[in-house]
C-alpha cells in the first residue's frame, strides 16, 4: 500500500461541505509535512487513503487539514487510479488536492469557489482508493458479527436434518426447535464463536457468531419444530446445535476514512483474529470499545505496550515498570455495542492481547 494512496482515499471523506477543511486550533497545531513528500504524485491501483497520506504527514490521520475540497463535487474527497495529487502552497498553507490540468492555479479556484456554476456532480464509489485494503477485512464484513449471549441462548436451535445427516449445507432440509418460525420467511443459521471478556470487569460483553446458511421456513408445528429448506450456505456446514433467527444486516459504508478517535475511554485488544498470537500490520483485532464508548468507522487509535519491569540495581534490586511505549495504530472498521473491529494501520512492535489503546495525539 503506498501513502499516496492513502492520502487520495481519506479525500474521500463523505458530507464535506467546506470549501478546505479548517487547520487545528492553537493547542492543536497544523501537521507537519515531511521532508520528502513529493509535489507530485499520481495514484496507482492498489494505493490507500491512509498510505498515501503517511507519505506526506507526519501524523497521518490528520488528512483534513491539510486537504483542499470542491463544493461542486458531492464527494470531494474520492480519489481514483492515475489521478495526480499536488501539494500547493495557498494564503499561506500547505494544502494537498487533485490537480485538474492547472496545476495549482486549478486547486486555488476550487478552494475560492472561481469554477463556473454548475450542477452538483454526484461521484461513484466505484474504484475510488479505499482507506485500507478491503480484502484484509471482508470475512469479518461479511458474515461475521456481534451480539448480546443472552439473546442468542434463547433462539431456536437446529434438532437434526431430514436425513440425518452429520453435514447439511445448500439444498437439504433441517430441523430447527424453539419458538415457532413463520412459514415462507427467509431465516439465518448461526454459529456460535468467540466470547468475549472485558479484560478489566470480567464480565461479557458480546458473542461473536458467523452465519453459515439462509433457510425459507417450509412448515412449522404446534411444538415449535420448523422445517427450513437451505437455500443457501457460506463455506461451512449446518450442524446440530446451530442457531436460527432473522438474518442480521451487517452492511457498512461503502468508504470510510481515517479520523483520530474520540471515544469515552481507553480501551485494550482483546483478541488477534485468525488465530494467532500477535499483530502486525495488515491483521485485524477486536477491541472492547464499540458504540455504547463512542468508537465508529474511521476511528484511529495509538496502540501502547506496557514497560517491562526491570530491577533497580542501585535500590536494593526493587522491580520497576518502565513506561509503556507506542507499538502502533489501528483503525476501526466494525462497530457493535461493546466490541469493534480494527485494521493495523502501523506497527513497531508485535501487538497483542493486552495492549492499551487511546486516541493519537495532536503535537
Given at each position: 500500500?503506498?501513502?499516496?494512496?492513502?492520502?487520495?482515499?481519506?479525500?474521500?471523506?463523505?458530507?464535506?461541505?467546506?470549501?478546505?477543511?479548517?487547520?487545528?486550533?492553537?493547542?492543536?497545531?497544523?501537521?507537519?509535512?515531511?521532508?520528502?513528500?513529493?509535489?507530485?504524485?499520481?495514484?496507482?491501483?492498489?494505493?490507500?487513503?491512509?498510505?498515501?497520506?503517511?507519505?506526506?504527514?507526519?501524523?497521518?490521520?490528520?488528512?483534513?487539514?491539510?486537504?483542499?475540497?470542491?463544493?461542486?463535487?458531492?464527494?470531494?474527497?474520492?480519489?481514483?487510479?492515475?489521478?495526480?495529487?499536488?501539494?500547493?502552497?495557498?494564503?499561506?498553507?500547505?494544502?494537498?488536492?487533485?490537480?485538474?490540468?492547472?496545476?495549482?492555479?486549478?486547486?486555488?479556484?476550487?478552494?475560492?469557489?472561481?469554477?463556473?456554476?454548475?450542477?452538483?456532480?454526484?461521484?461513484?464509489?466505484?474504484?475510488?482508493?479505499?482507506?485500507?485494503?478491503?480484502?484484509?477485512?471482508?470475512?469479518?464484513?461479511?458474515?461475521?458479527?456481534?451480539?448480546?449471549?443472552?439473546?442468542f441462548n434463547t433462539t431456536p436451535y437446529i434438532l437434526a436434518s431430514?436425513?440425518?445427516?452429520?453435514?447439511?449445507?445448500?439444498?437439504?432440509?433441517?430441523?430447527?426447535?424453539?419458538?415457532?418460525?413463520?412459514?415462507?420467511?427467509?431465516?439465518?443459521?448461526?454459529?456460535?464463536?468467540?466470547?468475549?471478556?472485558?479484560?478489566?470487569?470480567?464480565?461479557?460483553?458480546?458473542?461473536?457468531?458467523?452465519?453459515?446458511?439462509?433457510?425459507?421456513?417450509?412448515?412449522?408445528?404446534?411444538?415449535?419444530?420448523?422445517?427450513?429448506?437451505?437455500?443457501?450456505?457460506?463455506?461451512?456446514?449446518?450442524?446440530?446445535?446451530?442457531?436460527?433467527?432473522?438474518?442480521?444486516?451487517?452492511?457498512?459504508?461503502?468508504?470510510?476514512?481515517?479520523?483520530?478517535?474520540?471515544?469515552?475511554?481507553?480501551?485494550?485488544?482483546?483478541?488477534?483474529?485468525?488465530?494467532?498470537?500477535?499483530?502486525?500490520?495488515?491483521?485485524?483485532?477486536?477491541?472492547?470499545?464499540?458504540t455504547r464508548q463512542g468508537a465508529k468507522l474511521g476511528d484511529v487509535?495509538?496502540?501502547?505496550?506496557?514497560?517491562?519491569?526491570?530491577?533497580?540495581?542501585?535500590?536494593?534490586?526493587?522491580?520497576?515498570?518502565?513506561?509503556?511505549?507506542?507499538?502502533?495504530?489501528?483503525?476501526?472498521?466494525?462497530?457493535?455495542?461493546?466490541?469493534?473491529?480494527a485494521y493495523v494501520l502501523s506497527s513497531d512492535l508485535p501487538l497483542?492481547?493486552?495492549?492499551?489503546?487511546?486516541?493519537?495525539?495532536?503535537?
Amino acid at each position: 500500500m503506498s501513502f499516496k494512496a492513502l492520502v487520495k482515499a481519506l479525500l474521500m471523506t463523505a458530507f464535506s461541505s467546506a470549501l478546505w477543511l479548517p487547520t487545528a486550533h492553537a493547542n492543536n497545531p497544523p501537521p507537519t509535512i515531511k521532508a520528502d513528500a513529493p509535489n507530485r504524485y499520481i495514484v496507482k491501483k492498489g494505493d490507500t487513503l491512509w498510505d498515501i497520506s503517511g507519505r506526506y504527514l507526519d501524523s497521518p490521520w490528520r488528512w483534513k487539514d491539510i486537504w483542499a475540497t470542491n463544493t461542486q463535487i458531492k464527494n470531494p474527497h474520492l480519489i481514483y487510479p492515475n489521478d495526480v495529487l499536488i501539494l500547493c502552497i495557498i494564503q499561506g498553507k500547505t494544502l494537498l488536492g487533485v490537480d485538474t490540468g492547472e496545476g495549482c492555479a486549478g486547486i486555488e479556484k476550487q478552494l475560492n469557489g472561481g469554477l463556473p456554476a454548475r450542477p452538483v456532480t454526484v461521484t461513484s464509489t466505484v474504484n475510488s482508493i479505499p482507506a485500507i485494503p478491503r480484502s484484509a477485512i471482508q470475512h469479518w464484513l461479511d458474515k461475521t458479527t456481534i451480539v448480546n449471549p443472552k439473546d442468542f441462548n434463547t433462539t431456536p436451535y437446529i434438532l437434526a436434518s431430514k436425513n440425518r445427516n452429520l453435514i447439511t449445507a445448500s439444498g437439504d432440509t433441517v430441523y430447527a426447535k424453539g419458538v415457532a418460525l413463520i412459514v415462507g420467511q427467509n431465516y439465518g443459521v448461526y454459529r456460535q464463536g468467540e466470547r468475549y471478556v472485558d479484560p478489566k470487569t470480567k464480565t461479557v460483553i458480546g458473542l461473536e457468531v458467523t452465519q453459515v446458511a439462509t433457510g425459507r421456513v417450509t412448515s412449522s408445528t404446534p411444538e415449535g419444530v420448523s422445517s427450513l429448506h437451505l437455500n443457501a450456505s457460506y463455506g461451512k456446514e449446518v450442524r446440530e446445535g446451530d442457531r436460527v433467527f432473522v438474518e442480521l444486516n451487517n452492511s457498512i459504508a461503502p468508504v470510510f476514512y481515517p479520523k483520530p478517535a474520540t471515544v469515552s475511554r481507553g480501551g485494550t485488544i482483546v483478541r488477534v483474529m485468525d488465530s494467532i498470537s500477535s499483530a502486525a500490520r495488515g491483521s485485524v483485532v477486536a477491541i472492547n470499545l464499540g458504540t455504547r464508548q463512542g468508537a465508529k468507522l474511521g476511528d484511529v487509535l495509538t496502540v501502547y505496550q506496557k514497560g517491562p519491569l526491570v530491577r533497580d540495581t542501585i535500590d536494593n534490586d526493587n522491580p520497576v515498570r518502565l513506561p509503556s511505549e507506542l507499538s502502533g495504530m489501528v483503525m476501526v472498521f466494525n462497530s457493535f455495542a461493546d466490541i469493534s473491529y480494527a485494521y493495523v494501520l502501523s506497527s513497531d512492535l508485535p501487538l497483542g492481547v493486552g495492549d492499551q489503546l487511546l486516541p493519537p495525539p495532536h503535537l
